[in-house]
């Protein structure tokens, strides 16, 4: 539109001919920077309740196994806890981007909020206050529909809300304040009040981060404008997007991949968490400086695995520095403790090599979409549905620790990531029309 305007500005003739073919364009460009200002100051409000919300969520993550365990629950019961948290989860990760577009982002992001609030509260005061696992496993189940509800409801708000231009940069910081906030700030947090308050009392901390996350959210971000589109229409075309899996195969296989990527993670917060408090001897505020620089390693590998995927090719990152890296890591920090004992310099070292190579799987991202020809939302919702998953396939492995042992049950995760290389192979865009493949 300013270019029109100044062309039919500049053939007006007289002394103002030239003020009047550069004040609609100097009024556009400040129209322009306003606009860009204005959507930088609500995406900055977006990303600061997603932080504080998911610090929240986060907290108990390295804790509240040993925690439970010491309360009596046995290894069967905490992880079918979690187990049952990663199912409600994958379902409503699944379910966000369908609900948002027949809602609105933002009711999504509040409901999943008002869910969470109030059935930690359930968790918490019905269920292990007074030891009632039914209650605990009925709350903190729908719980994780909640968390997910709000954070991948605030995804498709920065999908709707970013400058088309600056996307996948909106993105980008979607991914580190979810990251910075769930596993980095929590587990520092966590860290210096569990010495403090206690579990319970940290428990109950969590909760406020949370509804001070879910103010923000509420008084500062904005609802986004966009087009309703009725239920179930939305939700028909969410199951009609699995048939991407049918008519492009690797798309399947790279969303095995993805879930493989982080199964050791959420098998290692239902089971080696404990381990390592109970029986090795860290204490819960060492473990949690372990697990939080874990996790900060985890967010710069985000940063590395791009610039790598972009020198070497994606596959290249995923299989050898993320599959090979997360077979030896996984390894390596349940063997090498279990050797030496309690010692914290070494076990952070293998931590953060461990984070690191979790986080050199990020290239998926990139690469899946690219395989799907015109269904890239689709593939982009089976590698969201693959990352649910994880969420469930990681407590199911530790489940079996009362079974199996966990020397078998650590051998069984870190060969998942020898058969994550090989499907890796697979994940090569055909060549069409002389074009290369995708490395």
């Known amino acids: ?18 003020r009047a073919g550069t ?25 600061t309740a997603l932080t504080v919300f998911m610090v929240g969520d986060g907290m108990e993550t390295a804790f509240l196994s040993p925690y439970l365990d010491a309360l009596g629950f046995d290894a069967g019961r ?37 869910i969470w609030l109030a059935m930690h509260v359930v968790f918490l005061v019905f269920g292990v206050s007074v030891g009632n696992y039914s209650l605990m496993l009925l709350s903190f189940t729908v719980r994780g529909a909640g968390y997910a509800m709000f ?13 088309p231009r600056t996307l996948h940069k909106s993105v980008g910081w979607y991914w580190f304040a979810y990251a910075l906030g769930l596993g980095v700030v929590s587990s520092y947090v966590a860290g210096f009040t569990l010495p403090v308050i206690g579990q319970l009392g940290t428990l109950w901390l969590a909760l406020a981060f949370v509804a001070a996350g879910s103010a923000v959210a509420l008084f500062k971000v904005p609802g986004a404008v966009r087009r309703r589109v009725p239920l ?15 008519d492009h195969p690797r798309v399947g296989i790279g969303g095995v991949v993805r879930v493989i990527n982080t199964t050791s993670f959420y098998a290692f917060v239902a089971f080696l968490t404990t381990y390592m408090v109970r029986q090795i001897g ?26 790598g995927a972009h020198y070497l090719g994606p596959r290249q990152i995923i299989t050898w520095a993320g599959g090979f890296g997360c077979f030896v890591t996984v390894l390596a920090l349940y063997f090498v403790p279990t050797w030496i004992g309690p010692n914290f310099w070494v076990t952070i070292a293998i931590a953060v090599l461990y984070g690191l190579a979790l986080g050199m799987f990020v290239p998926l ?13 689709s593939a982009i919702a089976v590698l969201n549905l693959g990352a649910g998953a994880s969420q469930l396939v990681g407590p199911l492995l530790a489940a079996l620790v009362p079974a199996l042992g ?8 870190a060969v998942l990531y020898l058969v994550g290389m090989v499907l890796t192979q697979f994940l090569k865009q055909p060549t069409t029309s002389g074009a290369p493949s995708a490395a």
């Open 282 to 307: 860290f204490s819960d505020t060492e473990w949690q400086l372990i697990w939080g620089t874990m996790l900060f390693a985890n967010v710069l590998a985000n940063i590395v695995a791009g610039y």
């Open 23 to 47: 004040a609609p364009d100097g009024a556009a460009r400040n129209g322009t920077a306003r606009n860009g200002t204005a959507r930088s100051r609500k995406l900055g409000w977006a990303l």
């Open 232 to 246: 179930a229409e939305s939700l028909g075309a969410l199951v009609k997007g699995i048939t991407v899996v049918r």
């Open 78 to 114: 905490v992880a079918l806890l979690w187990s049952a948290y990663g199912a409600s989860a994958a379902i409503a990760a699944w379910a966000a981007g369908a609900l948002a577009q027949a809602w609105g982002a933002k009711r999504v992001i509040m409901t999943g909020a008002a």
């Open 406 to 413: 966990m020397t078998p049950v650590v051998w069984v995760i």
């Open 1 to 18: 539109m300013s270019a029109g305007t100044g062309q039919t500005s500049a053939t007006a003739s007289g002394p103002d001919a030239g």
């Open 365 to 377: 991202s990139a690469l899946i979409p690219q395989l799907a020809g015109a269904s890239k939302g």
């Open 151 to 163: 954070a991948f409801g605030f995804l498709v708000w920065v999908n709707d809300e970013a400058d």
